[in-house]
């Protein structure tokens, strides 16, 4: 295997495991509690999140989430390719963690209504609108917070995956509620799959539309509005021309810190022309 090939590979890896987590143990929170204790689903949410991207966010970044994907897309953050290649990983993470706990649970636990193996669903005597603008919030919200402090150098990132965790907690307690406070099209579909009910996709669309929209306008916003003009750690008097490389997402270095290999070999081959 190529080099350049083992490392989108670890990327992939790294991009399945923290859906996986989110799912496994957010789901499993409202299994083991049958729904009734939304604190505790909230951390366990946030706590899955934000433990994965202090572990790994620093070798893809640690998106973990098609809609944050698409916002650090939108944003000129992240290529086309490595778009597609976690958004594909992220799905499968999903659908694997909640896979994993038909193994774990009785269908006695995982399917009581309110339960449904964690189906996000509109909260009663609410309408899609009111769960779409929700999600569109809440996932605003998560995506503004990923920048702040996982892409935006004027702020320190030792902290971010704490700070992205308790973002998540949060937004669940805000709006779990209302729409689920999913804010990850992932964390739908993987559970509506494996549960395959009719019942569980008429509203799956929310569960798409509002975190992407949410996603997008937020990393727009941030983007191209408060960091506009500022080089990457500089303070905000310093400015930078339109071509200037920009970091690759969450904690991750530069984009070729990504692929080091790749790197390394063009270090190589320009000390070779110098000579």
């Not at 859906?19 to 957010?26: C, I, K, M, N, Y």
């Not at 290649?85 to 963690?97: C, E, K, M, S």
């Not at 965790?165 to 799959?193: C, E, K, Y």
């Not at 008429?202 to 506009?228: F, K, Q, R, S």
């Amino acid at each position: 295997m190529r080099d350049r090939d083992r490392d989108w590979v670890k990327l992939a890896i790294v991009e399945f495991l923290g859906p996986f987590a989110l799912v496994f143990a957010g789901v499993g929170a409202i299994i083991q509690t049958q729904g009734q204790d939304l604190v505790a689903v909230a951390l366990a949410n946030g706590l899955a999140i934000g433990l994965l991207v202090s572990a790994v966010g620093h070798i893809s970044g640690g998106a973990f989430n098609p809609a944050v994907t698409l916002g650090l897309l939108a944003a000129r953050r992240i290529e086309l390719e490595r778009a597609i290649v976690y958004i594909v990983a992220q799905l499968l993470g999903a659908v694997t963690g909640a896979g994993a706990l038909t193994l774990v649970y009785r269908d006695l636990e995982r399917n009581r209504p309110g339960v449904n193996l964690g189906v996000p669903g509109i909260g009663a005597n609410l309408s899609t609108g009111n769960a779409l603008v929700m999600e569109i919030i809440l996932t605003f919200v998560l995506m503004f917070v990923i920048f702040g402090v996982a892409i935006d150098h004027r702020t320190g990132r030792a902290i971010s995956g704490l700070v992205i965790g308790l973002t998540i907690t949060l937004d669940i307690l805000a709006g779990g509620v209302v729409s689920g406070a999913v804010m990850n099209p992932a964390r739908a579909f993987g559970p509506s799959l494996i549960q395959a009910g009719d019942g569980n996709w008429g509203e799956h669309w929310i569960y798409w539309v509002g975190p992407v929209v949410g996603a997008v306008l937020a990393a727009l916003l941030y983007n191209d509005v408060l960091l506009a003009g500022i080089a990457p750690g500089s303070g905000p008097s310093e400015r930078i021309s339109p071509e200037h490389p920009r970091e690759a997402p969450g904690h991750a270095e530069p984009e070729d810190a990504a692929f080091p290999s790749a790197s390394l070999s063009r270090s190589r081959r320009a000390q070779r022309r110098r000579r």
